[in-house]
């Protein structure tokens, strides 16, 4: 009963907080919900997509190398994971009239994140144990929620921008939607994934950093939140 529990409860507190700080206007649950939903599936995507891309990349680069590692985490891992996510968020939200603040970015994205994290943790722990639930508790799921206030704040910011007339900075801020987490996703896994003890310790700072500022900018675009057309 227990590990059930800590699959989940992780994202549920998590969106949660997310959906507390949204205090201009409350999100329509029946669209956070789609939301979730998409993020769920995209478990699906990421595994097909990870394993073709593994099937390809093995002709051309050798296992076990800093090479391969450096492919593996931020391209058959992260960006197809945060790429998988972003699709989602896009798809549903951009032309949702609910669309209407800049925040809603923040909360859109963290959602779709958590969804995917929720069915991830689910299938980690059908073959792991209290230790596992724990660990990825602390870090892997505020993994992926960190990723979604990244992807969230660029994308909300996007969407001002295109309300008020400036195509430029729109796109400038839909690149950064994707890449940004990409780039944080990918060191993220990178450092734990290379079997090197300095690179767990920049892990462990990296982690309290990116959390700190991540959270940071909840507050700040909570606080500051406007209307995408002002």
């Known amino acids: 009963m227990l590990l059930p529990l800590l699959a989940i409860l992780p994202s549920v507190v998590l969106i949660a907080y997310t959906y507390s700080r949204d205090t201009a206007e409350k999100e329509p649950l029946s669209l956070l919900f789609r939301l979730f939903r998409g993020g769920a599936l995209t478990v699906v995507s990421a595994i097909v997509l990870g ?12 296992p076990d190398t800093l090479a391969w590692l450096i492919v593996d985490n931020f391209l058959m891992t992260a960006l197809v994971e945060e790429g998988g996510k972003y699709f989602v968020l896009k798809r549903v939200t951009w032309r949702s009239p609910a669309f209407d603040y800049v925040f809603d970015g923040i909360v859109y994205a963290v959602v779709v994140s958590l969804g995917f994290a929720t069915v991830e943790n689910i299938l980690y722990l059908l073959d792991g144990d209290l230790s596992t639930a724990v660990m990825r508790a602390v870090f892997s799921v505020p993994g992926h929620a960190i990723d979604g206030i990244y992807m969230g704040s660029f994308y909300g910011l996007a969407k001002r921008f295109e309300s008020t007339g400036h195509p430029r900075k729109c796109r400038a801020n839909l690149r950064h939607a994707l890449w940004v987490p990409v780039l944080i996703h990918g060191f993220y896994d990178f450092c734990l994934s290379a079997g090197d003890d300095f690179l767990i310790g920049v892990f462990l700072v990296f982690e309290i950093v990116i959390t ?14 406007a209307p995408v057309t002002q």
């Open 51 to 62: 394993a073709v891309l593994e099937a390809v990349f093995e002709e051309v680069i050798e």
């Open 212 to 225: 700190i500022l991540a959270f940071r900018r909840v507050r700040k675009f909570s606080r500051e939140d």
